[in-house]
């Protein structure tokens, strides 16, 4: 019995002891009716929360209960992170090595992962080949390995999620990732009530007082209601370096736009560096000028830029950086970007990047020095809200 | 327990066996029963339909986005008690006259176990869900204006439907039985019309389900058809007395009525797309989502 729970947790479902405790009670109530059916059905109700986990919970009951086995790709993803979990202090590389190492493509690197995996049987720390954390093989996780795969779950959760990251890891202690529930809790302190409208909402306080000082004569009061006066405009990076954040980004952008609460909430996307225009819609080449983004601001626009600014020093110093080829432009990425930062005092940077590792790109302190920076974890985004206010 | 195994479905309402019992489980632990599912699954219907079989009366709380979890429990009427004492109609200085119970409030304070819905949560402020905890753990609360509690005699069935991925709070969910209403099977969804439409010919019941299936199975549509839809439509094709095409590709042109099995122009128009490059459905069935 016990088993089922730990193979549960095992497999990274995050069944309480409590809710246990609740199956275990249901069972002296002999809800579970003595029968394998009403009991996997009485079990999967009180343990499982999340339809998502009805495919782990399946696995784990046949493995528990009917000698099946958990099948290969969770039990080694499971082992991989197991062997992740007992990891090795980061290991830095060399500039040089660093080079070498950045000739992988992410084709080679998926391969390479898959031979290793039929390969490798166990933990392995430090190493430059197995997968294992702290090496510079490019697959483990806290490595520095410059393109590598890394491991590192994703939090919230749903347990081991592969991530394929291009070029940058993740660390698994401190980076905790937002789901989109934290995300609209923060989001919701973005508010600054002012009061509008018609004067048609009964203001009891002010009533009774006023009632009060008629010795008994009703005097209603009425007020105005009170509205949230935040604009928020959201611009975030996407494609190329920012596609292992793509689902961070969607969540921060569904938080954002299920929050009915801001005056007004638009969402542009940008590549690599904001440059001439920002787009509504990058397919349909619906977009915006940067011109008028700053024409049309007001004192209640608050400017949100979600973007890793880990781009080449190009991208930022040459006129249009020469990804965005369709469209010419005389003004230098940081040029925009600092009209930008002059045109919205209340600004800010969210960039998916742990914090410890902007020292290594040269161009996160350019932006740095013209947005203020903060992490897209719980507290960055705290952090970041606060300084919006 | 005497009374476990009192839910299985009503006359009107196919119930799976996972459902029954999940149903009964949320009943014999006295825990709140949180039901997801697609849109049009029955999810609201469920709770008049357990409410019917196990013989409670039922309550309703309808939650809205500017609905307070303070709402559901009482509201003092100020006003009413302001113009009472004004004007002289009744006792003023009885508050407990001028304490309007909600929907969890009455669920409370009956003598009769009751079940009571709260009919998507989600669509509350994020933090409804936390406001509510200990209520319904304690299945009490405390009027402050007159400093009395009013506690459950017999806690009520309480059946809380959720539509979206919005993620509820961990507290929340830990203290509910959960259940997600799959999208039914077809040999299941031909005794669901059957209930509705009781003496449909097998041949009608066969090309509907057999279009109402292909038609979820195209790629790209973003509002899939749901039960309650199918029933509807076959409802429309009943009553003008249509035929259904016994083969071929399903376009809005061959499909009579498709406006109420598909409601998104959009969709609509990725259907005809499909039909036309004759690039079909996808051929594996989706359980979950």
């Known amino acids: 019995m016990l088993d089922l729970f730990y193979t549960l947790r095992g497999m990274g479902v995050e069944t309480s002891p409590t809710e246990w405790l609740t199956l275990m009670s249901a069972m002296d109530k002999g809800l579970h009716n003595h029968n394998v059916d009403d009991f996997y059905y009485l079990a999967r109700s009180l343990l499982i929360k999340d339809v998502a986990l009805y495919d782990a919970y399946d696995q784990a009951f046949t493995h528990v209960f009917q000698g099946g086995d958990i099948p290969d790709n969770l039990a080694t993803k499971d082992d991989i992170l197991r062997w992740l979990e007992e990891g090795l202090e ?19 690197l998926l391969k390479e992962l898959q031979k290793r995996l039929e390969e490798q049987t166990g933990p392995h720390h430090g190493g430059h080949h197995w997968i294992g954390t702290g090496g510079t093989s490019p697959f483990g996780s806290g490595g520095s390995h410059p393109t590598g795969i890394s491991f590192d779950p994703e939090g919230g959760g749903r347990g081991a999620v592969l991530q394929a990251f291009k070029r940058k890891y993740r660390n698994m202690r401190d980076d905790i990732t937002l789901d989109v529930r934290q995300m609209t809790v923060a989001l919701k302190k973005l508010r600054q009530l002012k009061n509008t409208g018609a004067e048609e909402t009964l203001d009891l306080d002010a009533t009774i007082e006023k009632t009060c000082k008629n010795a008994g004569d009703i005097e209603m009061v009425f007020g105005r209601e009170r509205e949230n006066q935040v604009r928020l405009l959201l611009v975030m990076d996407t ?19 299920s929050l009915n609460h801001f005056k ?22 619906k977009f915006v000028t940067t011109d008028d983004l700053i024409k049309n601001r007001s004192q209640e626009h608050r400017l949100v830029v979600v973007g890793d600014a880990a781009m080449a020093p190009y991208e930022l110093l040459i006129p249009n950086g020469f ?5 010419t432009s005389r003004i230098k990425g ?21 914090e410890r590792s902007w020292s290594y790109y040269d161009t ?9 920076m903060y992490p897209l974890t719980v507290s960055g985004l705290g952090r970041a809200i606060k300084d919006l206010l | 327990m005497s009374d476990f195994n009192r839910f299985s479905g009503t006359q009107g309402y196919i119930a799976s066996r996972a459902l029954s019992d999940a149903v009964n489980v949320a009943v014999a632990l006295e825990r709140p029963l949180l039901i997801k599912g697609e849109p049009g699954t029955g999810k609201t219907l469920l709770a008049h339909h357990v409410a019917r079989g196990l013989e409670m009366e039922m309550i309703v709380w309808n939650v809205k986005s500017t609905t307070k979890a303070r709402d559901g429990l009482y509201v003092y009427d100020t006003v009413q008690r302001l113009n009472d004492s ?12 001028y304490i309007k119970l909600g929907p969890l409030g009455s669920a409370l304070d009956v003598e009769e176990r009751v079940v009571l819905l709260i009919d998507e949560i989600d669509k509350a402020d994020v933090e409804f869900p936390n406001d509510l905890l200990n209520e319904l753990d304690e299945m009490s609360f405390h009027v402050v204006e007159t400093g009395k509690t009013v506690s459950a005699k017999k806690r ?20 509910c039985v959960f259940h997600y209403i799959d999208f039914p099977e077809p040999d299941q969804m031909e005794s669901i019309v059957k209930v509705h439409h009781p003496d449909l010919p097998g041949k009608f019941l066969a090309d509907a389900m057999r279009v109402f299936y292909s038609l979820r199975e195209v790629q790209g549509i973003r509002k899939r058809p749901s039960t309650s839809e199918l029933i509807d439509w076959i409802r429309v094709l009943l009553a003008a007395g249509v035929e259904l095409p016994a083969g071929g590709e399903l376009s809005s042109q061959s499909v009579p009525y498709m406006g109420a099995l598909v409601k998104m122009e959009e969709d609509m128009r990725t259907i005809d797309r499909v039909a036309t490059t004759g690039s079909s459905h996808s051929g594996h069935s989706r359980n979950f989502r």
């Open chain 1, 239 to 257: 494609g190329g370096s920012m596609e292992p954040y793509r689902r961070l980004c969607e969540r921060l952008f569904s938080a954002a736009s």
């Open chain 1, 90 to 108: 980061q290991k830095l590389l060399t500039a040089e090595e660093l080079e070498q190492l950045k000739h992988y493509s992410l084709e080679e």
């Open chain 1, 323 to 327: 990804l965005e080829t369709r469209r």
């Open chain 2, 156 to 175: 009520p069935v309480v059946i809380i439907t959720s539509n979206s991925e919005k993620e509820l709070p961990d507290a929340f969910l830990r203290r």
């Open chain 2, 86 to 97: 004004r004007f002289g109609d009744g006792d003023v200085r009885d508050i407990g006259r």
């Open chain 1, 334 to 354: 940081v040029d925009r970007l600092r009209m930008l930062s002059r045109a919205f005092p209340k600004r800010v940077w969210l960039n998916p990047i742990s």
């Open chain 1, 264 to 285: 007004e909430f638009k969402a542009y996307y940008f590549h690599n560096c904001i440059y001439d225009n920002v787009y509504e819609d990058v397919e349909a080449d």
């Open chain 1, 364 to 372: 996160i302190a350019t932006v740095g020095g013209l947005f203020p």
